[in-house]
């Protein structure tokens, strides 16, 4: 079992920052894959970004790249999504999200994924 806990959202308003967390706890961190995903108010969950479970290796939505960057930090338990340049159409819940089958999986469906954290509110305001 692995428990997934987000922060960090909230109201920003557009071309801001905001910086989400994800901790988690359960297994050892270090050796799967997370991901990023969201969900926008009448939309299916898509994917934003994925990072290996030893962070050398990312892959990007088209949408956030460029603007959002992913990182982990091990030793902390902690899977970050640093957002830049945010627009009006990055306002969604969003979703960290473990793969404890794999070290890495570049896949994009969220059924990829074993486990979900609660979410995290993003709202971008003009």
């Known amino acids: 079992q692995v428990q997934l806990v987000e922060s960090g959202g909230g109201l920003v308003q557009a071309g801001g920052s905001l910086r989400l967390s994800c901790a988690a706890s359960g297994r050892t961190f270090s050796s799967y894959a997370m991901g990023w995903f969201r969900q926008a108010p009448g939309k299916e969950r898509e994917f934003v970004v994925a990072i290996s479970a030893s962070g050398s290796s990312t892959r990007y939505a088209d949408s956030v790249k460029g603007r959002f960057t992913i990182s982990r930090d091990n030793a902390k338990n902690t899977v970050y999504l640093q957002m830049n340049s945010l627009k009006l159409e990055d306002t969604a819940v969003y979703y960290c999200?473990?793969?404890?089958?794999?070290?890495?999986?570049?896949?994009?469906?969220?059924?990829?994924?074993?486990?979900w954290g609660q979410g995290t509110q993003v709202t971008v305001s003009s």
């Open positions: 999200a473990a793969n404890v089958r794999f070290s890495y999986d570049s896949r994009r469906q969220a059924a990829a994924y074993d486990y």
